[in-house]
């Protein structure tokens, strides 16, 4: 079983800066890739931005030059550096591993955590 745990959110006015961490904990063979996904109040569930084992990034254009994925392969973790915030940035983030444990595939999600960006 693989469990996320993530970390980082909370209330940041408008232009402020966050940074996000989502760490992968179990007995896992191999990461694929690594993502945040957001949602907004009665919104749908978005990308936000992924990143691959071996570093290829994509980004949603809303947060492109102002959010920067990143992963460390050795910490099964994934960040996000979030800069320039919105008040439309407001969500909650979840974050998304693919990857595989004892041979078998696995897709996991974080419990999520709030970003709140107010003045």
């Known amino acids: 079983q693989v469990q996320l745990v993530e970390s980082g959110g909370g209330l940041v006015q408008p232009g402020g800066s966050l940074r996000l961490s989502c760490a992968a904990l179990g007995s896992i063979d191999s990461i694929y890739y690594m993502g945040w996904y957001r949602q907004a109040p009665e919104k749908q569930r978005e990308l936000v931005a992924i990143?691959?084992?071996?570093?290829?990034?994509n980004y949603a254009d809303f947060v492109k030059g102002r959010f920067t994925i990143s992963r460390d392969n050795a910490k099964n973790t994934v960040y996000l550096q979030m800069n320039s915030l919105k008040p439309e940035d407001t969500a909650i983030y979840f974050c998304?591993?693919?990857?595989?444990?004892?041979?078998?595939?696995?897709?996991?999600w974080g419990q999520g955590t709030q970003v709140t960006v107010s003045s």
């Open positions: 990143v691959t084992v071996g570093g290829s990034t």
């Open positions: 998304n591993v693919h990857g595989s444990v004892t041979g078998s595939f696995f897709t996991s």
